[in-house]
């Protein structure tokens, strides 16, 4: 449809300002990635505005190609694409949506990634390897982004290796609190590694439970771990096991076994970024756990939500700190900081 008098781009952005329900955000626009549809749509009704309309096309020869159906000049935009599977044609979409933001002269490009890809590679640990999560970094600031948020980075030194600024925000509390509500007596929080041994701590501090640590190591480069030992006592205790993301589920089953053997009773695992890669799915199930929770910074398909798991949304969280970032307030005092 094309009011009578204006061209269709000048018809578009008539129509947009008559659908943004909430007046408070009319210079704001909220697109989805392909990978964040569902986790964009919740943040937008939370927001009370529409998402924007784009169309993503992919031709046969692999190639994306976007087209933003409504004019975001001059507007404060928000970008939300996780890097989920498929990663490489998710990541590229994002960039390319950036560029497409830039050219159509938004005045602030904010991409909001609840998960980080390749966060695991932010050091040369070996000889003659990359630093690929620098490289991310470096790719979304070329690609035109002014501000980045996310959500539960692997290590808090990723934020260095951006120039632009952002928010790392964290799941911490949304897990922690749903836990708090069950009241779980004799409870212990277990750190997955040492690695998580500081971020274990601040589950115990909020709990009020002892800390106890599994102990782990890599044994090469594919990722695969064993458990072997458990530093602290869990004899007769339920037990809290926390990590930051689960992807092939062998470290949870390695710890799990651990703590059973060191007489664990109820055991509960609480992780951000529910990657569950493979065969995952099936191990989780076969430790016949307490319950499972996880946040949906990924997309967790309904044939991998198992029974006794949990999937707590972050749109909430991730709505509030837009509208702080949008209306120049701290984000810092969501969390008491």
């Known amino acids: 449809m094309v009011i009578p008098g204006t061209t269709h781009l000048q018809t578009q952005e008539m129509l947009q300002a008559q659908n943004d329900q909430n007046p408070r955000f009319s210079g704001l626009r909220l697109f989805c990635g392909s990978a964040s549809q569902a986790l964009g749509h919740e943040i937008a009704s939370y927001l009370k ?165 599994v102990e782990k190591r890599r044994r090469d480069n594919t990722g695969a771990s064993e458990a072997l030992t458990i530093i602290g006592d869990v004899e007769g205790k339920n037990v809290l096991l926390v990590d930051d993301e689960v992807l092939t589920g062998g470290s949870v089953v390695n710890a799990v076994n651990a703590l059973r053997r060191a007489g664990a009773r109820d055991i509960y695992v609480a992780f951000s970024h529910a990657l569950l890669s493979g065969s995952a799915v099936e191990k989780l199930a076969s430790l016949h756990l307490k319950e499972i929770i996880v946040s949906n910074t990924l997309p967790v398909p309904q044939e991998k939500i198992l029974p006794n798991m949990k999937v707590l949304s972050v749109a909430p969280l991730l709505a509030e700190v837009i509208t702080r970032a949008h209306e120049g307030r701290s984000v810092g005092e969501l969390f008491n900081e």
């Open 49 to 213: 505005i529409r998402p924007g309309n784009y169309t993503r096309t992919v031709f046969s020869n692999e190639n994306i190609f976007i087209r933003l159906n409504e004019s975001v000049r001059g507007k404060d935009v928000y970008l939300v694409q996780t890097m989920a599977s498929p990663i490489h044609d998710n990541f590229m979409e994002m960039l390319i949506m950036i560029d497409a933001l830039k050219r159509d002269s938004a005045k602030r490009i904010n991409v909001i990634f609840p998960y980080m890809a390749y966060a695991r590679s932010d050091k040369k640990d070996q000889p003659r390897v990359p630093i690929t999560a620098r490289l991310i970094a470096n790719l979304i600031e070329t690609a035109g982004a002014n501000r980045y948020i996310t959500v539960d980075l692997h290590a808090g030194q990723i934020q260095g290796f951006f120039n632009i600024p952002g928010d790392a925000l964290t799941a911490f509390y949304l897990l922690c609190d749903h836990i708090k509500e069950k009241n779980i007596e004799n409870l212990a929080v277990a750190a997955a590694d040492l690695g998580f041994a500081k971020q274990g701590r601040n589950w115990a501090e909020r709990l009020k439970a002892p800390l106890v640590i």
